[in-house]
Nanobody, 115 residues
Framework: QVQLVESGGGLVQPGGSLRLSCAAS????????MAWYRQAPGKQRELVAT???????NYADSVKGRFTISRDNAQKMLYLQMNSLKPEDTAVYYC?????????WGQGTQVTVSS
């Protein structure tokens, strides 16, 4: 049974930081492309960052220079370090595992940036 379980969300003030984690099980984690998506209320889900099996990251323009995606293949963990958070970063953040046409999602973790 495949599971992706996100954690680390919460309420943070503008300019603050959070680190999201995603624990994977039931998949050969190291060969999957992993990604973080987010969905704000009333908006479509959008790609935040991806990381290849070899560790090459890619970011949406809106988060470049503020967010860092990383992975630990031995621990089957995906991370998203979020710095200099803005109110517009408020959303539910989802972990995603991709291999060809196979696509798995976590249940999401809420991030709220507000003073």
């Amino acid at each position: 049974q495949v599971q992706l379980v996100e954690s680390g969300g919460g309420l943070v003030q503008p300019g603050g930081s959070l680190r999201l984690s995603c624990a994977a099980s039931g998949i050969n984690f190291s060969i999957y492309v992993m990604a973080w998506y987010r969905q704000a209320p009333g908006k479509q889900r959008e790609l935040v960052a991806t990381i290849t099996s070899g560790g090459r990251p890619n970011y949406a323009d809106s988060v470049k220079g503020r967010f860092t995606i990383s992975r630990d293949n031995a621990q089957k963990m995906l991370y998203l370090q979020m710095n200099s958070l803005k109110p517009e970063d408020t959303a539910v953040y989802y972990c995603n595992a991709i291999l060809g046409f196979t696509n798995y999602w976590g249940q999401g973790t809420q991030v709220t940036v507000s003073s």
